[in-house]
């Protein structure tokens, strides 16, 4: 029997349907025609207690780029596969060719397998990206199964896919970057690289919402899967696990893209903000969660005084209701006239932030701005604040400021209630309980 699945979401059904029945995306159910994939755990193990297994620390291979092996916990694991997603442009393919340059010229064998470009578009940006070495193979190609044959035909030691969704799976039916492609080609790189211990990068490609393209199951196959973003007019980018098996999700990669490829960061405290000699009133630094990934977001205001009967809210990044609701806050517990002044507030880098932890940045960005007096770049304000003027515990505290730690912020601003233990070192944390005991802390 037939079946279809969803190339969005990866939900399978009886029947094809116009509308996926479980993402809601159109045109986007196909036939199946594929056997379901094979199981990574063996079929004839038996069942153990935990105590009697040797816990084997994984073996690791330095990436040769420091950003990149925090972020994967020490460096690729052998035999573990990784997925590397990001919006095309980004800099994925730069990132990995920089990586396969530095280690095949420390002496491994490295192959490069690119299903989107030629041998000389890749050889001509090593050069440029001085990654070319006689130990970096390129197999430019879209047939999957003589890769593979290259791959083991050579004891390699480091395989890079560009991209899966370029590849072809002779065996399997249908065109390229088709859910049952893409399964396909990520199982026989699974399968390699399990069988020859080498670690495998694919490289994936996300769709406009920013999810990665193709079946879900992909993300399951994979052990590791790394998001590499960026904003369209930055040269910064970042680089983020959003699944590790052998290490954390926690660590933040930063690089600026060049002339010469990718160059880690490693003081991130010129990121986001302009250091001590810029600094304006009214602009105030705070952690959103978006999912469980931290961002650091700048909130923007402007008062001004107003003209009109009633005075103008004008909100960019969060919404105008919620703008109104903390003027008002600030007006009656702060004691600022906020009805005389036009308010604009704007969430920098078109930033959205739906999370309350936001409150408290804003409403300090408001009596900053009214009373002009900046508040210190160096620090971060997270708190929800409640109609009373009280400042109430945000969800992850201790992620967010690890967040903010990583990014060179020295100073927090978080609610009285908020549990001890979460605080990491190297921020030092202002615990306060209501609004007006921030204000006094830095803009009186
Ligand atoms: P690329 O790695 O091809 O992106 P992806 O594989 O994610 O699609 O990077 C493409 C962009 O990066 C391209 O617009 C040019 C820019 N770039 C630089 O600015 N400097 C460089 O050294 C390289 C190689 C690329
Ligand atoms: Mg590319």
Redesign the pocket.
């Known amino acids: 029997m037939s079946r279809f699945i969803c190339s969005e979401c990866g939900a399978i059904s009886a029947i094809r349907t116009g509308k996926c029945n479980v993402c809601g995306s159109w045109g986007t159910v196909m036939q199946d025609i594929s056997a379901s994939a094979p199981n990574v755990a063996d079929s004839n193990s038996e069942r153990v207690s935990v105590r009697s297994v040797d816990v084997v620390p994984p073996e690791r291979i330095k990436s040769g780029i420091t950003e990149l092996d925090r972020v994967l916990g020490g460096g690729w694991v052998s035999g573990g596969v990784t997925l590397l997603g ?10 990995l ?1 920089q990586t396969a340059g530095v280690m095949a010229q420390k002496g491994l064998r490295v192959l490069y397998i690119s299903g989107e470009e030629s041998a000389s578009q890749v050889a001509l ?1 090593a050069r ?2 001085g990654a070319d070495s006689e130990n970096l193979y390129l197999f430019c190609s879209t047939n999957l199964e003589k890769a593979i044959s290259e791959v083991n035909g050579h004891n390699t030691e480091f395989v890079v896919l ?1 991209s899966v969704q370029a590849m072809r799976a002779p065996e399997e039916a249908g065109w390229a970057g088709t859910p049952n492609q893409v399964r396909a080609v990520a199982q026989m790189i699974v399968d390699v690289a399990k069988s020859k211990n080498v670690p495998a990068v694919l ?1 994936g490609h996300i769709t406009k919402e920013g999810r990665l393209a193709g079946p879900m199951l992909l993300e399951h196959m994979v052990d590791t899967v790394l998001i ?1 973003t960026g904003e369209g007019y930055s ?1 910064y980018r970042m680089l983020r696990a959003q699944k590790n098996r052998y290490g954390t999700t926690d660590e933040l990669g930063v690089f600026e ?6 160059i880690p960061v490693d003081d991130k405290s010129a990121l986001y903000w302009n250091r001590a000699d810029a600094l304006v009133p009214g602009v105030s630094m705070t952690v959103a969660l978006e999912g469980s990934v931290p961002l650091i977001a700048e909130i923007q205001t402007l008062c001004t005084a107003t003209t009109f009967s009633y005075p103008r809210r004008t909100a960019r990044g969060i919404d105008v209701n919620k703008l109104h609701l903390l003027a008002a806050v600030v007006e009656k517990r702060a004691s600022i006239p906020c009805a005389n002044y036009d308010i604009y507030l704007n969430i920098a880098g078109g930033l959205s932030i739906q999370d309350p932890s936001a409150d408290l940045a804003a409403c300090a960005a408001i009596v900053s701005a009214a009373i002009g007096k900046p508040l210190p770049p160096d620090c971060c304000f997270l708190g929800e604040v409640g109609l009373a003027g009280e400042v109430r515990p945000v969800t992850r505290v201790g992620l967010r400021l690890r967040e903010a730690a990583k990014l060179g912020f020295t100073n927090a601003v978080i609610s009285a209630r908020e549990k001890k233990d979460e605080f990491p070192l190297g921020i030092n944390v202002v615990r306060v309980k209501s609004l007006n005991d921030a204000i006094r802390e830095y803009l009186v």
Request: proline letters at 4%.
């Open positions: 990001g919006q095309p442009g980004i800099g994925k393919s730069t990132l060719l940006r440029r990206l560009d490289v590499f040269s893209m060049g002339e010469r490829g990718l």
